[in-house]
C-alpha cells in the first residue's frame, strides 16, 4: 500500500472519496450476507430436528440477533487496539479458566461456567477461542517472520497452559479448538515446513513407544474405543451407528423436510445439537449437504480474501487463524457425524442449537470485519 | 560488535503469509473434497444398505450381559452360582400404551394390585430406547404357559431366560459371601452404564460387593436388524462378552460348618485366621438369613421381619459388631508393657484384692475379691488378674497404651477385602477431648488396661490381634479371597510388622496364654486338659450393662439380653501356630466356660483329622466345680463405673 498519495488531503475526504455506507459502519457486505443466509438455512433445519419446537427456533433466533449485535460492535474496534489488548486479555482469560478449574474442585466436580446470578453466565473456554488466536497473533507479529525458535517454544507455552486447563474441563472440543487457533496463527506466521514435519514424525514413533511399552491395556481400549467408536455401540458408537444410518438413507435428494424418520422417531440422539446434519442430510440429501458445505466454502474464501488484503501482519495472522479455526468446526463436526473422526463435542457453526458457539462464533467475524475496515490510507513505515 | 538490527521486511512477510495461505487454501479444498466424498459413499454408494436399515426400522444394538465369576471355598465348593431362571420383560417402546398393557399383564397373572407400582418403577427405569426392562423374576411354568396364551394381547412382553444368582448353602456364608442385588437408582449413578447395560444385578454385600469390579466381566453386544414389530431379522455383528473371574476364598466350608454347629444356636461371633497367611479359615454370624430372596427382591414384609428381629440376623457380628474385648486383650497388653519397660518378665505385684491410685481412695477391683497375692506375668495373664493389669496400665499411661493398641489393629480397619467392616474404637486423650470436650482421667486408662470402658472392638479384630501375638508381630491383613481369576490376593499397602526392641517378649506372651488354658490355675484349664495339641488362648468378657459402684454382678437379677459377651482368643498349635480363633457368645457371660469350648471345637475341626475327634467328654463334679470358679474369673470388677 506504499503508494503516493497527496498529504494535503485530509482523512475524512479519503473516506467519502472511497468508501461506501457499509464501510462506513464497518461491515463487510459479503461476510453479512452470507452469514445471514446461514443463519436462515440453520434455524430452517433446526426447526425440523428439534421436533418443531417454535420455542427454540426463536431462542436460536434471539441468539443469532444478540451474535449480530456483538459482531457489529466488535467490528468498531481497531485492530490495532485489539493488539494493545492481547496480553490482558490473555491473562484475563487464563486467570478465569483458573476460577473455573478452582471452583470445579470444591464442587467436587467439572464445571465449565463462571455463574454470577442475576448478572453473567459464561465459560471461560469461550473467550479463549478469541483471545487464542489475538495473543499469537499479537505475539508472533511483533517480530521478523518467521519466528525464531525461541519465540516459537514462548508461543507453544502461551498455546499449551489453556488448551490444558480446557481439556482438563474435560471438554475436548473446545480445547481442540483453542488449540488449532493459537497453532494457525503460527502457520500463517511462517512457521518452517522442517519444524512442522519434525513434529509430526516425532509423534509417531513418540506413540508406537507409549504404545508398546509405557500404556496399560484399559487405556489401550480407551484410545481405541475414542478413535473408533463403532467399537463400542452400547456407549458413544450407539450415535454414530444411527447418524450414519440417517445420513445414508438420506440418498441424493433426501426424504424431503420433516420426512426424516431415524431423527423423528428418536433414534438420533443429540439431532438438533452436535448430530444436526445427519437431519440435513437425511432430509435433504447429498445435494443439501453440498449446498451447506458451499455456502461454508464461500464464506471462508471470503474470509481468507480479507486475511490476503489485510494492512498489517498481525491483522493477516489474526484474521487467518479464525477463519482456519471455522473451517475446522465444519469438518470435524461433518467428520464426526459421518464416522470419519472420533467423537468430540463439537458443533455445526450457525446450525447446531445452543448460543454460546453462534455468539462466540459471530464475534470472530466481527474481528474479521473490524480488519477489512479500519484501513489507513499511508504508507506502512 | 553489536548484533544486527534486523528491520521489518513488510514485503518478505507479506509474501510469506501469502505462501501460507495458499496452503492453507488447498488444505481447505482438500478436505472439503474428502468431506463430500464422504458424503457421496454413504448416500449413494452406500444407499441401499442404510434406507433398508432405516426402512425396516433399523438396527438395534443390544447389550450382551457377561456370566458372573463364581465363588468358590478353599476346596472348590460353589457358594455363589448362577442358574437359569425365567423373567418377564417389556419393551416401552413395542407395548404402544404400556399402562395398559401392564393392567392386561397383571389381569393374566393374578398378581397382587398393591405392587402395581413397583412394577411400574421398575418399567420406568428404562435406560436406553426399545431396551427390554425385566418386570417379573422367576416365572413358574403356569405363569410362562399363561402369558403364551395370551401373547396377542401382551405387545411388547416378553419371556427371557436369564441368569440368576443363587447361593446353595443359604443363610451359612449370608455374612461373607454377601449377595447381589438388583441395580437402583442409586446404582446407577456409581456404575459404569456401558458395562452394566444388560446387566440387572450388582454385588450388594460381603465379596460380592467387593469383589463386583472382577466379578462382573465385560459387557458384549449384538448389533441386530430388526423389523417393525421388533423381530430380529438378522445379527450384523456380534462381540462376545467376557465371563467375569471366579473368586476362590480362603474359607473352608468344613470349619465354617463346624463353628456354626459349635455356636449351637446362640448368638455370637467365630472368626478364624490362618497366621501364617491372613487367609480367613472360618467367619460365621449367628444368627443368619438366607440371602436367595434379595436377589430377585424380597418382598416387603419378609424384610420388615428380619429387619426388626431381636436377634438381628442382618447384623454382621464379625465386622460391624463392637464389643469391649475385656480380658483377651491382655496378652498384647503384657508385650506393650515389657517393651515400653514398665514390668519385666520377673517383676511382680501384690494383689490385695483391689488396686488404688494414689491419692484416691476408690478401689479398682480385682473379680478375685479376697486378693491373688504376690502376682507376676505369667499368672497375671492364667488368673486374668486385674489387679496387675490396673498397676501395669497406670505406669504405661493411656498414650502408650494407644499407640500400642493401634499397633495391633484394635481402633482401625484390618480386613483386606471386606465390605464395610467398622473400625472400632481405641480411646486417646485426643479422642476424649473431641468426642466429650473433657480430659482423659488417670482411672479411665486403669480400666482401659483390661480392655473395659470406651474401648470397642470387632471379632475381627480380636483375631487379627491373636494372629498378630501367634506369628510375632508379622503383619498380614485378614481376606477372603484366595485368588481371583487364578491371580493370588496381594496386598497393594502391606502395613510394618510389630517389631518389639526384644523378640523373646513374645514367648512371655505365649507362655502366659498356654497357662490360661494348660496351666494349673489357669481360668480356661477345662478345655486344655484333653487337648492332644498345645493350645494358647485368653478368655474375656464384654460387658453389656454398667453396674453401680459397690454393687455385685448378680445374673439372676440381670435380664438375658443384658448379661455380659462371653469372649475367647486362641491360637494352635501354641509352638507353630496353624490357627488363630476368636470367638464371641453374646450373653453368654463366661469367657472360659461359654466360648472357650466354641473355640477349642474349631481348634480341633482344623488340627485334628476329621476321624481323630476328641472323645465324648465325662462330667466330673471335679471339673463342675472348675467351671463354676472359671466362670467367676470373667466377671471383672470394673463393671464398677468409676465416675
Known amino acids: ?381 | 560488535m553489536p548484533p544486527a538490527i534486523r528491520l521489518k521486511d513488510h514485503q518478505r512477510d507479506k509474501r510469506l503469509i501469502r505462501q501460507r495461505l495458499l496452503a492453507a487454501t488447498v488444505f481447505i479444498l482438500l478436505l472439503t473434497a474428502v468431506l463430500v466424498a464422504r458424503m457421496y459413499f454413504l448416500q449413494v454408494v452406500q444407499y441401499e444398505h442404510h434406507s433398508t436399515l432405516a426402512e425396516n426400522n433399523r438396527i438395534h444394538v443390544q447389550s450382551l450381559p457377561p456370566t458372573r465369576g463364581l465363588v468358590y471355598d478353599r476346596n472348590g465348593v460353589v457358594l455363589a452360582e448362577n442358574r437359569p431362571s425365567f423373567s418377564l420383560t417389556l419393551t416401552r417402546e413395542r407395548a404402544g400404551d404400556w399402562r395398559q398393557v401392564l393392567d392386561t399383564l397383571m389381569e393374566v397373572l393374578e398378581l397382587d394390585s398393591e405392587e402395581k407400582d413397583t412394577y411400574i418403577k421398575r418399567i420406568e427405569q428404562g435406560r436406553r430406547p426399545f431396551e427390554p426392562v425385566p418386570v417379573l423374576f422367576e416365572l413358574s411354568e403356569a405363569q410362562i404357559a399363561r402369558v403364551a396364551v395370551n401373547q396377542y394381547r401382551l405387545p411388547g412382553v416378553e419371556v427371557e431366560a436369564q441368569m440368576v444368582r443363587y447361593y446353595p448353602f443359604g443363610e451359612q456364608f449370608a455374612h461373607t459371601v454377601g449377595y447381589v442385588g438388583r441395580i437402583n437408582e442409586d446404582d446407577l449413578k456409581r456404575l459404569d452404564p456401558v458395562e452394566y447395560s444388560g446387566t440387572h444385578h450388582t454385588g450388594r454385600l460381603g465379596v460380592e460387593r467387593f469383589y463386583e469390579k472382577q466379578l462382573h466381566g465385560k459387557v458384549g453386544y449384538e448389533e441386530v436388524e430388526t423389523n417393525a414389530r421388533g423381530r430380529v431379522l438378522r445379527v450384523l455383528n456380534r462381540v462376545e462378552p467376557q465371563s467375569g473371574q471366579d473368586v476362590y476364598l480362603s474359607l473352608d466350608i468344613r470349619l465354617q460348618q463346624a463353628a456354626k454347629k459349635a455356636l449351637d444356636g446362640r448368638r455370637g461371633a467365630v472368626v478364624a485366621l490362618d497366621p501364617k497367611t491372613g487367609e480367613v479359615l472360618a467367619m460365621v454370624s449367628e444368627p443368619s438369613y438366607d440371602p436367595n430372596p434379595f436377589v430377585t427382591g424380597i418382598g416387603f414384609k419378609a424384610y420388615a421381619e428380619l429387619r426388626d428381629s431381636i436377634d438381628q440376623p442382618l447384623y454382621n457380628r464379625v465386622l460391624r459388631g463392637l464389643y469391649p474385648p475385656g480380658s483377651t486383650i491382655k496378652p498384647m497388653v503384657v508385650l506393650a508393657g515389657l517393651d515400653a519397660g514398665v514390668i519385666t518378665p520377673e517383676s511382680t505385684v501384690f494383689d490385695p484384692g483391689f488396686y488404688q491410685l494414689p491419692n484416691n481412695s476408690h478401689k479398682y477391683r480385682n473379680w478375685n475379691r479376697g486378693g491373688d497375692g504376690w502376682v507376676g506375668l505369667e499368672l497375671a495373664v492364667a488368673r486374668s488378674n486385674d489387679t496387675y493389669f490396673y498397676d501395669l496400665a497406670h505406669k504405661l499411661g493411656v498414650d502408650r497404651l494407644h499407640e500400642y493398641m493401634t499397633l495391633f489393629g484394635f481402633g482401625r480397619r484390618v480386613a483386606l477385602d471386606m465390605f464395610e467392616e467398622s473400625a472400632g474404637l481405641m480411646p486417646s486423650r485426643e479422642w476424649k477431648r473431641q468426642r466429650y470436650r473433657q480430659a482423659w482421667y488417670p482411672g479411665e486408662t486403669l480400666i482401659l488396661g483390661i480392655g473395659q470402658g470406651y474401648m470397642q472392638s470387632t471379632p475381627l479384630q480380636l483375631a487379627q490381634a491373636t494372629a498378630l501375638v501367634a506369628s510375632r508381630g508379622k503383619w498380614i491383613r485378614p481376606h477372603l479371597a484366595r485368588s481371583v481369576g487364578g491371580e493370588p490376593v496381594t496386598d497393594p499397602e502391606p502395613l510394618p510388622d510389630i517389631q518389639l526392641s526384644n523378640p523373646e517378649y513374645w514367648e512371655y506372651a505365649r507362655k502366659a496364654m498356654e497357662a490360661v488354658v494348660h496351666g494349673a490355675r489357669g481360668t480356661a484349664r477345662k478345655i486344655g486338659q484333653d487337648a492332644p495339641y498345645r493350645i494358647a488362648g485368653k478368655s474375656g468378657t464384654a460387658q453389656v450393662v454398667a453396674i453401680k459402684q459397690g454393687e455385685r454382678y448378680n445374673r439372676d437379677k440381670v435380664q438375658e439380653r443384658h448379661r455380659d459377651h462371653a469372649l475367647f482368643i486362641a491360637y494352635a498349635p501354641a509352638e507353630a501356630p496353624e490357627i488363630a480363633v476368636a470367638v464371641m457368645v453374646e450373653n453368654g457371660e463366661s469367657g472360659s466356660g461359654v466360648a472357650a469350648p466354641v473355640a477349642r471345637a474349631v481348634l480341633d475341626a482344623w488340627l485334628l483329622p476329621p476321624e481323630l475327634e476328641g472323645p465324648p467328654e465325662l462330667e466330673t463334679d471335679d471339673m463342675q466345680a472348675d467351671r463354676q470358679e472359671a466362670a467367676l474369673a470373667e466377671l471383672p470388677e470394673s463393671r464398677e463405673q468409676h465416675q
Not at chain 1, 461491515?27 to 434455524?43: Q, S
Open chain 1, 1 to 381: 500500500m506504499s503508494r503516493s498519495f497527496d498529504p494535503s488531503l485530509g482523512q475524512g475526504d479519503v473516506f467519502q472519496a472511497r468508501v461506501s455506507l457499509l464501510q462506513r459502519i464497518h461491515i463487510d457486505g459479503w461476510l453479512l450476507l452470507l452469514l445471514l443466509l446461514l443463519g436462515a438455512g440453520g434455524l430452517f433445519i433446526l426447526y425440523s430436528a428439534g421436533s418443531k419446537s417454535e420455542a427454540m427456533l426463536i431462542k436460536q433466533a434471539s441468539s443469532f440477533g444478540f451474535g449480530l449485535l456483538a459482531m457489529v460492535l466488535i467490528a468498531q474496534f481497531d485492530p490495532r487496539f485489539m493488539a494493545r489488548w492481547a496480553a490482558p486479555a490473555y491473562l484475563a482469560g487464563v486467570g478465569l479458566l483458573l476460577v473455573v478449574e478452582v471452583m470445579g474442585h470444591k464442587a467436587m466436580g467439572a464445571t465449565r461456567w463462571i455463574n454470577i446470578p442475576g448478572v453473567v453466565r459464561f465459560q471461560p473456554a469461550e473467550l479463549m477461542k478469541i483471545f487464542m488466536p489475538l495473543t499469537i497473533a499479537w505475539y508472533v507479529a511483533r517480530y521478523n517472520l518467521p519466528p525464531s525458535f525461541k519465540h516459537l517454544v514462548i508461543s507453544l507455552v502461551l498455546v499449551a497452559v489453556p488448551f490444558l486447563l480446557i481439556a482438563r474441563q474435560p471438554d475436548l472440543g473446545t480445547a481442540m479448538l483453542v488449540l488449532a487457533s493459537g497453532l494457525f496463527a503460527l502457520f500463517l506466521g511462517g512457521l518452517r515446513w522442517r519444524w512442522i514435519l519434525a513434529a509430526l514424525t516425532a509423534v509417531i514413533p513418540a506413540g508406537f513407544v507409549m504404545w508398546n511399552f509405557f500404556m496399560r491395556s484399559y487405556q489401550k481400549q480407551r484410545v481405541l474405543t475414542f478413535l473408533n467408536p463403532e467399537s463400542d455401540p452400547l456407549g458413544s458408537g450407539w450415535n454414530i451407528i444411527q447418524s450414519k444410518a440417517a445420513i445414508g438413507s438420506g440418498g441424493v435428494l433426501g426424504k424431503g423436510w420433516l420426512q426424516g424418520t431415524q431423527s423423528h422417531l428418536d433414534f438420533l440422539p443429540e439431532s438438533h445439537t452436535d448430530f444436526i446434519i445427519a437431519v440435513l442430510a437425511e432430509e435433504f440429501g447429498l445435494v443439501g449437504v453440498c449446498l451447506l458445505l458451499l455456502g461454508y466454502l464461500l464464506l471462508v474464501f471470503r474470509a481468507l480474501f480479507i486475511t490476503l488484503h489485510a494492512q498489517t501482519v498481525f491483522g493477516k495472522l489474526l484474521a487467518g487463524s479464525l477463519t482456519l479455526t471455522f473451517f475446522v468446526y465444519v469438518f470435524v463436526n461433518i467428520g464426526m457425524v459421518s464416522g470419519l473422526l472420533p467423537v468430540v463435542g463439537v458443533p455445526l457453526p450457525f446450525v447446531s442449537y445452543g448460543g454460546t458457539s453462534i455468539v462466540t462464533l459471530l464475534c470472530s467475524f466481527g474481528i474479521l470485519m473490524a480488519v477489512h475496515t479500519h484501513r489507513k490510507w499511508i504508507a506502512q513505515t
